[in-house]
């Protein structure tokens, strides 16, 4: 089993859907949660971070954390083209490097 | 911008060729990372320095020699590489946790360089 599990996509919506992207992971050491967004050719962008379980909101996205089940997810309200991106979940144990992974990503692209 | 910046943005070097990738960052962090990401791969992550300290290791080439001569620079020098080196190579950086200060551990990323192996 893999430590990090997320459906690598290709996901397609319509503009001003509301797009849902998981992640499961089996270490339940992990304590810090993120996700972040890679454009084409550029680096991973941090887009939010949680600790432990709970939901956390900025703006369009809202990122819930599930420790029980051990399941995370990034929703995106109102989806605009400029959305269209891979989006990579990670998680951390909070020990500088050490035991933090990343989801292999999904790739969104958003319709005009 | 993130704060860290790579460079070249670009490389393109025969198997011969001894080449280095630089990373600065501008956070005030001092944990530094490489990684490696290939098409259709997750992230890699090749080297971790924490107070300019090689913290972990995870199996790299010696081909892959990393450098990181303060907390704000990190070097990654390349020797005869392989065509399949071929990729986006990453830096990162954080503020590695104390028991001062808790830390989310987030990294931040530069923007890569892209290496071509011919």
């Known amino acids: 089993q893999k430590e990090v599990e997320q459906d690598p996509g290709p996901l397609s919506v319509p503009e001003g859907a509301i797009v849902s992207l998981n992640c499961t992971y089996s270490?339940?050491?992990?304590?810090?949660f993120m996700w972040y967004r890679q454009y084409s050719r550029k680096g991973p962008e941090l887009l939010m971070y949680?600790?432990?379980?709970g939901n956390k909101e900025d703006g369009r996205f809202t990122a819930q954390v599930d420790k029980s089940s051990k399941y995370i997810s990034l929703f995106i309200r109102d989806s605009q083209p400029s959305d269209s991106a891979t989006y990579l979940c990670a998680m951390s144990g909070g020990n500088y490097g050490q035991n933090f992974v990343f989801g292999p990503g999904t790739r969104l692209s958003v319709l005009p | 911008e993130t704060g860290v910046t790579q460079t070249p943005r670009h490389l393109v070097m025969g198997m011969t060729n001894k080449k280095s990738l630089k990373c600065e960052q501008h956070?005030?962090?001092?944990?530094m990372y490489w990684y490696k990401q290939s098409a259709k791969k997750p992230l890699e992550l090749m080297f971790v320095?924490?107070?300019?300290?090689?913290?972990e290791n995870n199996s790299v080439p010696s081909r892959f020699s990393p450098e990181c001569p303060n907390s704000s620079h990190l070097f990654l020098h390349l020797h005869t590489l392989q065509p399949e080196d071929s990729a986006l190579y990453l830096c990162?950086?954080?503020?590695?946790?104390?028991?001062?200060?808790?830390?989310?551990?987030?990294?931040?990323f530069g923007p890569g360089t892209r290496l071509t192996v011919l």
């Open positions: 990162a950086s954080s503020q590695a946790p104390s028991i001062l200060a808790e830390s989310t551990d987030t990294q931040y």
């Open positions: 949680t600790y432990s379980s």
């Open positions: 320095y924490s107070l300019e300290e090689r913290v």
């Open positions: 270490n339940s050491a992990f304590q810090y």
């Open positions: 956070l005030g962090h001092n944990a």
